[in-house]
């Protein structure tokens, strides 16, 4: 147990929709990142945040969009949903910054039909 | 753009050693890590690598050099449970810190 959690485990919805998954960090990291997983494109970097702030943006949709709330768990929400969204989507925190060894949660697997 | 390259897939036995290769490109690269995922879990942080040099963990080793754009990950006493994906991720910096990851190398330790 990497002390990350992510809510839900399993979501299934349809093409259009808006969903938020939701993370918590370990006790005292500060840094949150949001990966997609998906089997054609391997582990992609969305998103970091810092104490609140973006830190670090990667190849995330505009029609995804992330926060960090001062209680430092984050939410993703992907909006307009496509078929093509269908991942797994993990969060890792880490105590600082990048160069900082990151601790996975267990994932959101995402299915959009 | 930045890309890491390592073997998809990686066949060994128990008791062995494997090394599974990855080479990234130079420009903004701080360093090196190892992930492993086993099927359907979480990537779970293996080593990191920011200087050049061998750094040892239990049975799995990592090394990089900046030189050669090169890194491994060396696994001794192969064992069943070892069987997963390997990922390797450089960190990048610049105007914003980046960890790319590589696509993964499949590891199957076989009887």
């Known amino acids: 147990d990497s002390g990350v959690t992510q809510t839900p485990k399993h979501l299934i919805t349809a093409t259009g929709q808006r969903v938020t998954l939701r993370c918590s960090p370990r006790?005292?990291?500060?840094?949150v990142y949001w990966y997609q997983q998906s089997l054609d494109q391997g582990l992609q970097f969305l998103i970091q945040?810092?104490?609140?702030?973006?830190?670090a943006k990667g190849n995330i949709l505009e029609r995804f969009s992330a926060q960090q709330f001062p209680d430092l768990h984050s939410e993703l929400n992907l909006s307009s949903l496509e078929l093509g969204d269908s991942a797994l989507y993990f969060c890792?925190?880490?105590?600082?910054?990048?160069?900082?060894?990151?601790?996975f949660g267990p994932g959101t697997r995402l299915t959009v039909l | 753009g930045q890309s890491l390259e390592q073997p998809s897939e990686v066949t060994a036995v128990e008791g062995a050693i494997v090394q599974i290769n990855c080479t990234y490109q130079?420009?903004?690269?701080?360093?090196l890590s190892w992930y492993q995922q086993h099927d359907g879990g979480a990537p779970t942080f293996l080593s990191y690598?920011?200087?050049?040099g061998l750094e040892e963990t239990g049975r799995f080793s990592s090394f990089l050099s900046r030189s050669d754009s090169y890194g491994y990950l060396l696994l001794q006493e192969l064992q069943m449970k070892d069987s997963a994906s390997y990922f390797c991720?450089?960190?990048?910096?610049?105007?914003?810190?980046?960890?790319?990851f590589g696509t993964g190398t499949l590891l199957a330790v076989q009887p």
């Open positions: 991720a450089s960190l990048y910096g610049g105007a914003t810190n980046k960890l790319i």
């Open positions: 690598n920011a200087l050049d």
């Open positions: 945040y810092y104490n609140g702030e973006e830190r």
């Open positions: 130079t420009s903004g690269f701080y360093g």
């Open positions: 006790s005292g990291d500060l840094s």
């Open positions: 890792a925190s880490s105590v600082v910054g990048t160069q900082d060894t990151q601790y």
